[in-house]
C-alpha cells in the first residue's frame, strides 16, 4: 500500500544528500532547486506564479522553513500544503499570519521595506538585469504583446535583492530591451538615451540599493558584478560556456565561471516530487527514482 | 472622488438580469473583484453583460479575468487600463482574445504596474485625487512616449474617469527622499463585487484574500454585489470584524450561487482549471471559439441554467471543504491531491 504523507515526512532525512546524477532528474527540476538555493531562512520572499513559486516552496520544506513568503494577492507567510495554481489560490493561503490585499503586499510590505528577497519571471532581460515581460517590436503595435508588468516592476525594483528565472534565448538575453519593464542596475534614459546607474536614477529613494542579485536559465546561473553587470556563474549539466555565449546576444563575461550549477540531491528530488508538485502541476511527469533510493522509500 | 452625498444609499435586491440592465451601458467605465481567474471572479455578471450586448467597455482593473476574458472573447472591451493583460495563471497565461483584439488596433491598452493600480484604488477609495509611489524609476510604464490614453487623445479632460496625465515625476518636496510618481486616482463608475454572504441591507464579507476589493467598492461610484448566498443583515452582525464591505457603499445586490464559475470562492468552491484550459484551447482558433460561445454563453435559457449545464459531477468536485478552503477531490493535473495533516514547512520549521 502507498504510504500517507505523514510516512513520507517520516522518511525524509533518511534520503541520502547525495546529487543525483544526470538523467536522474528533469530540468525544471534542477531550475526550481537553483531557485530554493537563493531563499536563505529570514528572506521575507515575494514571489510570482510558475516556477519561482515551486521554488520558494521548495525551499520553504528544505534549506528555509523560516523563510517568510508573500504572495501578491495579499497573503502573508502561507504555508502551503498543495501546490497553488495562482497567487490567490486558497492554497497558498493555508496557515497563513495574515491575509489582506494589493496595499498591503505592495504598500506595507513592499513599498515599506521589509521584502528582503524577490522571484519573477520574465520574457527577456538586458546585461543590467532589466527585465521586459509587455512587448516586442513597436509598443503600439506590437509582433508580441506579454501580459505586461502585474508585480514584476515594484517587486523587481523595491525587494532588496530580486532573482529572475527566465527562458534563455539569443533574441532573450539582450543588449537592451525593446520595452523595460523592470529596471535591473542601469537604467535607459528616455532623454538623452543613454545608460545611467539605479544608484544616481534612485538616488535618495530608500530603494537605490536595491536590484537583480541572481538569473536561472535552463542553461546556467548568473550573478552580478559590482558595476551591475551580468557574469556567469555556473552552467547547468550538460550545457558548456560555448552553449551559453552562443544563446546570448551581448558581451557576457563568462571569466568568473566556477563550474557546473550543482545538481539536486536526492533529498531535495523526494521533497519536489512527493510534497511539492506530486500532483504534476509544474512538472511535466514523475521521474524515476535510482533503485537504491526507490529501496530507500518503499522499504 | 469624493462625492458629497445628500443621504444613505438604500439598497435594491434583484435578478441579474435587472442589474446588467440597470448599471451596465456602453462605454461604461467599471472594475471587476478577485484576483486573475481564479478568485472571486463575478462571472455571471459578465456573462449576463455579454449576452446583453454592452459594447465599448472601458475597463479598469489590475489585471484580466474569467470576466475581461469573456468580454474580450466578443469585443466589448474598447479601453482597458490595467498591468496583467493574463487572466488564467497556470491555466492559460496570455489571454488570446485579447492579443487578436489588440493587434487588429480594436482597443486601447494602458499599461501600469500592480502596485500602481492598488494604490491608484486607494487613492480613489478615500478619496484623494492622486497618490505617491515610488513606482519604477527607468521602466518603460513611465516613458513620456507610452501612453496610450494621451497618444488617443482621450486626456483631454472631457471624460472626468480619465485623468489628464498618465503619472507626474516629482522630487520628494516633503523629507527629500528621492524622485517619486505621482498616480492619478482611479475612480470608475461601477464596482461589480462577488462575494460569499451579503447580508439584505447590504454589508458584505469573503473569506481568502481581499486584493483590492474593499478599496474598488468604495473608489466607483456605484456598487453591485453578487453574492453565492443573501442572509438576514442581523447575522452578518454578529461577527462584524469579519465583514469587509459596509452596507451604505452598495447599491445593488444580486444572490448568484456559483457567480465566480470558473473561479473559485474560497469556503464554497474552487476554481475549475480544466475548464479555464478549455477556454483558453477555444479562444486559439475563431471557429473554436465561437462554437464555445454558443454552447457556454448564448447557449443557455439563464446563469441557473449554465450551472446545471456544469453537471452535478463537476460541481461536487469543485465543492470547497470547510477546512481548507479549497477542494482535495479536483483534479488539477495528472494526478489527484494527497492527503495531507500539515504542511511540510511548518514540520520542518517546528511552529
Not at chain 1, 514571489?47 to 501578491?72: F, H, S
Not at chain 1, 502551503?80 to 493561503?93: F, L
Not at chain 1, 566556477?258 to 504534476?280: H, I, Q
Not at chain 2, 489585471?63 to 497556470?90: P, R
Amino acid at each position: 500500500m502507498a504510504k500517507t504523507m505523514e510516512e513520507l515526512m517520516e522518511l525524509i532525512d533518511n534520503i541520502p544528500e547525495e546529487p543525483a546524477k544526470p538523467g536522474e532528474f528533469i530540468l525544471p527540476e534542477l531550475m526550481g532547486i537553483a531557485i530554493a538555493h537563493e531563499v536563505l531562512n529570514d528572506d521575507i520572499v515575494f514571489a510570482g506564479t510558475g516556477l519561482p513559486m515551486v521554488g520558494i516552496m521548495a525551499a520553504n520544506m528544505l534549506n528555509a522553513p523560516n523563510a517568510t513568503l508573500i504572495y501578491e494577492s495579499g497573503i502573508c507567510d502561507g504555508k502551503t500544503m498543495h501546490v497553488p495554481m495562482s497567487v490567490s489560490d486558497q492554497r497558498a493561503a493555508n496557515m497563513s499570519s495574515s491575509l489582506g490585499g494589493l496595499v498591503d503586499t505592495f504598500g506595507y510590505f513592499l513599498q515599506q521595506g521589509f521584502v528582503t528577497l524577490g522571484f519573477l519571471g520574465g520574457a527577456a532581460i538586458d546585461q543590467y538585469g532589466g527585465v521586459n515581460v509587455t512587448s516586442i517590436g513597436d509598443y503600439y503595435s506590437p509582433t508580441h504583446r506579454f501580459t505586461g508588468s502585474g508585480g514584476n516592476s515594484d517587486i523587481g525594483t523595491m525587494a532588496k535583492r530580486t532573482a529572475f528565472i527566465i527562458l534563455q534565448e539569443k533574441r532573450r538575453f539582450l543588449e537592451r530591451n525593446e520595452y523595460t519593464t523592470t529596471p535591473g542596475w542601469w537604467c535607459w534614459d528616455f532623454k538623452t538615451k543613454e545608460w545611467k546607474p539605479k544608484k544616481e536614477v534612485w538616488k535618495g529613494t530608500p530603494f537605490a540599493d536595491c536590484g537583480p542579485c541572481a538569473v536561472v536559465t535552463n542553461m546556467a546561473v548568473y550573478r552580478f558584478d559590482e558595476k551591475g553587470i551580468m557574469y556567469l556563474e555556473t552552467y547547468h549539466p550538460g550545457v558548456t560556456v560555448e552553449k551559453v555565449l552562443e544563446n546570448c546576444s551581448f558581451d557576457l563575461n563568462v571569466s568568473m565561471v566556477k563550474g557546473e550549477t550543482p545538481r539536486p540531491t536526492y533529498r531535495e528530488l523526494f521533497v519536489m516530487r512527493e510534497f511539492v508538485d506530486p500532483e504534476l502541476i509544474f512538472l511535466p511527469a514523475k521521474t524515476e527514482y535510482p533503485p537504491q533510493i526507490k529501496a530507500l522509500i518503499d522499504g | 472622488m469624493p462625492r458629497i452625498r445628500g443621504k444613505a444609499k438604500k439598497v435594491q435586491m434583484m435578478t441579474l438580469e435587472e442589474a446588467v440592465k440597470k448599471y451596465m451601458h456602453d462605454g461604461i467605465q467599471c472594475a471587476f473583484s478577485g484576483f486573475t481567474g481564479f478568485n472571486r471572479n463575478p462571472m455571471a455578471f459578465a456573462w449576463e453583460t455579454a449576452r446583453q450586448g454592452i459594447k465599448d467597455i472601458h475597463v479598469i482593473d489590475r489585471h484580466g479575468s474569467n470576466c475581461t476574458w469573456l468580454l474580450n472573447a466578443i469585443g466589448a472591451i474598447k479601453i482597458y487600463e490595467t498591468d496583467w493583460m493574463g487572466w488564467g495563471e497556470m491555466a492559460g497565461k496570455l489571454d488570446i482574445n485579447l492579443e487578436r483584439t489588440y493587434k487588429a488596433g480594436k482597443m486601447i491598452l494602458e499599461d501600469y504596474s500592480h502596485g500602481a493600480m492598488a494604490m491608484r484604488f486607494l487613492a480613489g477609495a478615500i478619496g484623494a485625487p492622486f497618490i505617491p509611489y515610488y513606482a519604477p524609476l527607468g521602466s518603460d510604464l513611465y516613458n513620456p512616449d507610452y501612453d496610450a490614453l494621451g497618444r488617443a487623445g482621450l486626456r483631454d479632460g472631457k471624460n472626468p474617469r480619465i485623468a489628464k496625465k498618465k503619472f507626474i515625476q516629482i522630487e520628494d518636496p516633503f523629507f527629500g527622499d528621492g524622485d517619486v510618481v505621482m498616480l492619478p486616482a482611479a475612480r470608475p463608475e461601477l464596482a461589480i463585487i462577488h462575494v460569499a454572504q451579503v447580508g439584505d441591507k447590504g454589508t458584505a464579507k469573503w473569506r481568502g484574500v481581499g486584493t483590492i476589493d474593499k478599496e474598488i467598492s468604495f473608489a466607483c461610484d456605484k456598487v453591485v454585489i453578487t453574492a453565492e448566498e443573501v442572509v438576514p443583515e442581523a447575522e452578518m452582525r454578529k461577527n462584524p470584524e469579519a465583514n469587509q464591505i459596509p452596507f451604505f457603499t452598495v447599491d445593488a445586490i444580486v444572490e448568484v450561487p456559483w457567480g465566480a464559475f470558473p473561479s473559485g470562492v474560497p469556503f464554497y468552491y474552487d476554481y475549475d482549471a480544466p475548464f479555464m484550459r478549455e477556454m483558453d484551447k477555444a479562444s486559439r482558433n475563431e471557429a473554436d471559439l465561437k462554437k464555445w460561445l454558443d454552447e457556454w454563453v448564448f447557449g443557455p435559457k439563464n446563469w441557473e441554467d449554465f450551472v446545471i449545464k456544469l453537471g452535478a459531477k463537476r460541481l461536487l468536485d469543485l465543492r470547497a471543504d470547510s477546512v481548507t478552503g479549497y477542494s482535495t477531490r479536483m483534479m488539477r493535473g495528472k494526478n489527484p491531491a494527497p492527503r495531507m495533516k500539515m504542511p511540510l514547512s511548518v514540520a520542518r520549521s517546528g511552529f
